[in-house]
């Protein structure tokens, strides 16, 4: 929560008006009203109760990491059964990593570029862009077990 303590500001006058702007309110908040919320929530014990009688077979994943960067909380709703951990790293991981790729795609090859009016031009901008992902995908592959095997994209995109 923040705390101004800004003197009264005096404007100009506007026909008879006088306009001032006082910001000894009291505490402000750029929560939109959240922090009040949760509060009503916390005494009233609201989400308790509608999640008492709400039958809902999904579940929440939490990871909790902390990098040089700070916190990396992560959390994932699903209603998959089976070892939390196992479906966070095999199947919301790899969903993820195959997300990254994609954008490896449009950012690094150039695949968002379909910005000619007539058809043919951008059609053949992504064929040279998925042959481009094929070449990196299987040079990815060879790369195994060395020290390129982490290699990105971006450095070796063509301009």
């Not at 929560?1 to 404007?11: D, L, V």
């Not at 008006?17 to 402000?28: H, N, S, V, Y």
């Not at 009040?36 to 009688?53: I, K, P, Q, T």
Request: charge should be positive.
């Amino acid at each position: 929560m923040t705390k101004c303590y800004q003197p009264e500001i005096r404007f100009s006058s506007l026909s008879r008006r006088k306009i001032t702007a006082d910001f000894t309110g009291g505490d402000l908040t750029s929560d939109a009203g959240l922090l009040l919320l949760r509060e009503c929530d916390r005494r009233l014990a609201l989400s308790h109760s509608v999640a008492g009688v709400v039958n809902d077979p999904r579940r929440i994943i939490g990871k909790a990491e902390y990098t040089h960067g700070g916190s990396n909380p992560r959390f994932v709703t699903t209603n998959l059964d089976g070892d939390g951990e196992a479906l966070y790293r095999q199947l919301y991981c790899a969903r993820g990593d195959m997300e990254n790729r994609i954008k490896d795609q449009q950012l690094d090859l150039f695949a968002g570029r379909t910005s000619c009016h007539r058809w043919w031009p951008n059609q053949w901008r992504l064929l040279l862009s998925a042959l481009a992902w094929i070449l990196f995908e299987e040079l990815r592959e060879q790369l195994k077990n060395t020290p390129l095997a982490k290699a990105w994209l971006a450095p070796y995109a063509i301009a």
